[in-house]
Structure formats: C-alpha cells, structure tokens
C-alpha cells in the first residue's frame, strides 16, 4: 500500500489529484481513517519547527519572565536530527502518525513550586479545566465511557502523544472557555464580600477567584467534579490535587 510511504496529508493530497485515486482513498472513510491512515508515516513538520525555531518553537522573549520557555540552540543541535517517520503512533486527538521527535513536548518549569506535570496541577490554579451542568456532565461521560483504562484523568502534558498543531488548537479552546464561561472576582473583594453565588463552582487563577459555567451556560453544581479539558474524563477530589 502507498500509504505506508507517504504521511498522512500526502496520502489525502495524492487521492484529490484524480477521480480513481480518490476512490480508492477516500471512496470509505472508515477505511481511510481506520486502516489507510494508520500506515502513514510521520511528516516529520514537528521537528523541522523545533530545528527552525518556527511556531510554537520561536525565540519570544517572555515579559518579565526569567525562565526560558524554548529548547535553547545548543539542545536543538543535540537532539535527534532525523524524523523516525516510521516509528510514529496515533496522535491522541487527530489520530494522524507522529513520532516522538515531532510530538508536542513542552519544556519543564523546573522553577515551579507546586507540581504542574499534570494539566490542573499548574503552580497558578486550576489550568485546562472544565465544569459541565449535570445534563452535559452526563453526556460527556457517556462519551468517554470506556475509552480509557483510568476512569479519572491522568493526563500528563509531557507524556501526552499529539501533534503539535493539534496541541496548540487545544490551548486556544482551553483559553476560549475561560475567557467566555467564568466570571472573574477580585481576591480582595471575595475576601471582603464573600461567596455571593451560591450556586456555581468557583476556581483560583493566579490571585483571583472565577465563577465557572457549563458551556450551555448553566451553573457546575459544587459537588460535581470538573473534566480535563483534554481528555474529558473527570479530576481526582479536590482535595488530592496538591
């Protein structure tokens, strides 16, 4: 099969290129998703990036900041310097092959002083977080029930296999949710005035309290527990996350 020698997207650029090759790839989709693509070699766009210092991986200086957050020249150059396209599995969220030289790896904070391997275990709060009302809790349960081996979240973002694109799109949907379903409370107005909403969920970020919404806008009940918001699956107790 070609698709044994080709990523991918060459595969899907190949079947666009006449009617009988399109037929051939994508005449089933199931058969294109489930058995063509899965022979796929890696792109290898990951580590070109990381070797260029493009997208993610470009020198941006951080404001304020003293860590760096990029793999420095000298690390770059002593990494591995090829692709190994054949020796790619599945990434998590697209399922397109990518090998470990091109799956997103983010660099370790080794300044932090609380634990932040796990994605709600940043030093600054509740990170890559979700509240679902009951209805919508119950039908994200219902479609990640048994998909896993863990019940629980254990996503660990050094450990995730997914594209870097993919990654980044995850980042983005994370950040969108906050911004459009939590509502910020000042650290010392909460202090001074006190739980007014009785009826949400509230998390910290950095020194301020959120009020935090389903997605269909309906309240979190404070018992339930919040989902990763990569994986979908619920978090441990509140109480074991530090």
Known sequence: SVASYVSTLDLFNIALTN????????????FFRDVLRRDCLCDGYGLRDRQNFSGQHA??????????????????????????????????????????????????????????RRP??????????????????????????????????????FHRWVFQKCACEERV???AYFEEHTSKIPAYTYKALGDKNTNTQKIRRYEDIFYIYSPCGANVPKKSRLRCSFCKRQHLPRHQWH
């Open 19 to 30: 009617r009988a090759n399109h037929t051939s790839i994508l005449g089933s989709p199931d």
């Open 59 to 116: 020198l941006t200086e951080e404001n304020g900041s003293s860590f760096t957050r990029w793999d420095e020249p000298i690390e770059v150059r002593l990494y591995n310097l090829k692709c190994d396209e054949a020796d790619a599995l599945p990434c998590r969220v697209c399922s397109f092959n990518v090998c470990e030289e091109c799956r997103d790896s983010p660099r370790l904070n080794r300044h932090d002083e609380q634990p932040s």
């Open 120 to 157: 709600h275990l940043a030093n600054d709060g509740a990170t890559y977080m979700t509240g679902f009302s009951p209805p919508c809790d119950t039908k994200m349960e219902d479609e990640v029930r048994g998909k896993f081996l863990h019940e629980l979240c254990d996503c660990d973002i």
């Open 173 to 175: 949907a994370a950040t």
